[in-house]
């Protein structure tokens, strides 16, 4: 065999080999992207089915535990965009959403409201399953008799303490979009939240900051004074032995997820009704002004500030644990992590 035709045959052999290659690559490669596509649309499915397990759970469940939430909704928190998605669903979940107006927002009862306050919403059996919501400091239901099957599972909402005081000060002088007709207590008082600071006017005094600790803390005296490191660590407590899940503002569309996935009951639907919009960004207060960098040093030179920031950094590590231990994003879908634990080992079987 001449050298012509052996230099033919080896290239023949390359041209094919690297046509092979360049084949298969490609087939590997609409292989890769089938897997992908196949993957997400099992994720679907499995969330589908999920949300129907749990859709079947709930109606075969009876009336008791779990019939109630209570949401001791903490001022200016993105508390009115969450719950009017419990009232947009509330007919298709077949669930009741009930505002606890409390006079003049003091979200401290007397002693015998608090009894007749446990003893309503406990007793009020055509209105369960039910979320209430109100500007309520925590209630501990144990002090007052109540049963394990009566104790409604508390749920809420914090946001970064000074954020929430600015808001909270424009709010009262320039109300929001929900009502804008409605008059305000200081409506008229063009007084930026910065001079009121240089000014030390009373309404953004550092003490106005302490309501997000009181109101995990609860009803005892102490934890309505200013500062005290016994709320501090008594909210703390609340935070993670008595509530279900606490969220944060910033973090809305997580908090909703966590709740939809684990009380489908009262929240199923709920991450897509906020994901449309509708209802994402349904209060906006006008003429809110970030404060300077001069003013947010002056507060945070504050005691209470101090305290407040630290309970809010605390809730929101918490979230984040939470959250990672509950929720992971597949493909580009967000999902909940199941079946972490099973029964084996059943004698007798």
């Not at 535990?65 to 419990?86: E, H, M, W």
């Not at 407590?237 to 966590?258: R, T």
Request: hydrophobic content about 35%.
């Amino acid at each position: 065999m001449n050298s012509k035709c052996l230099l033919y045959i080896v290239l023949v052999f390359y041209t094919c080999m690297l046509f092979l290659f360049f084949t298969l690559k490609e087939e590997i490669s609409d292989l890769k992207k089938e897997k992908i596509s196949l993957e997400k649309d099992l994720n679907l499915l499995l969330f589908r089915s999920q949300r129907s397990l749990s859709s079947s759970f709930d109606q075969n469940k009876e009336h008791g535990g779990n019939d109630i939430i209570l949401y001791n909704r903490v001022p200016k928190t993105g508390s009115t965009s969450f719950i009017g998605l419990a009232y947009d669903l509330c007919l298709k979940n077949k669930i009741h959403v009930i505002h606890v107006n409390v006079t003049k927002n003091t979200p401290r009862l007397s002693l015998s409201d608090q009894v007749r306050f446990v003893q309503n919403i406990t007793t009020w059996d055509d209105k369960k399953p039910a979320i209430y919501h109100g500007h309520l400091a925590y209630l501990d239901f144990d002090r007052f008799g109540a049963s394990a099957d009566q104790r409604p599972i508390y749920i809420n909402i914090i946001r970064k303490p000074l954020d929430r005081l600015v808001s909270y000060y424009y709010f009262l002088r320039f109300g929001d979009d929900f009502r804008p007709h409605l008059k305000r207590r200081k409506m008229g008082d063009s007084l930026t939240f910065d001079e009121c600071v240089q000014q030390k006017g009373s309404d953004c005094d550092s003490e106005n900051l302490w309501l997000q600790v009181p109101f995990f803390c609860g009803h005892a005296a102490e934890c309505w004074n200013a500062g005290s490191l016994w709320a501090l660590e008594q909210a703390k407590f609340n935070l993670v032995n008595k509530y279900f899940l606490v969220g944060v503002s910033e973090q809305m569309e997580d908090f909703i997820n966590l709740l939809e996935y684990s009380l489908p009951r009262f929240f199923r639907g709920a991450t897509q009704l906020y994901a449309s919009g509708k209802k994402s960004h349904l209060r906006k207060t006008y003429n809110k002004k970030d404060p300077s960098e001069e003013t947010v040093k002056t507060i945070q030179q504050s005691p209470v500030w101090k305290i407040e920031e630290q309970f809010y950094n605390f809730a929101l590590e918490y979230f984040h644990f939470v959250k990672k231990h509950s929720i992971e994003m597949k493909n580009d879908v967000l999902t909940e992590k199941r079946n972490q634990f099973l029964f084996e080992k059943i004698r007798p079987s």
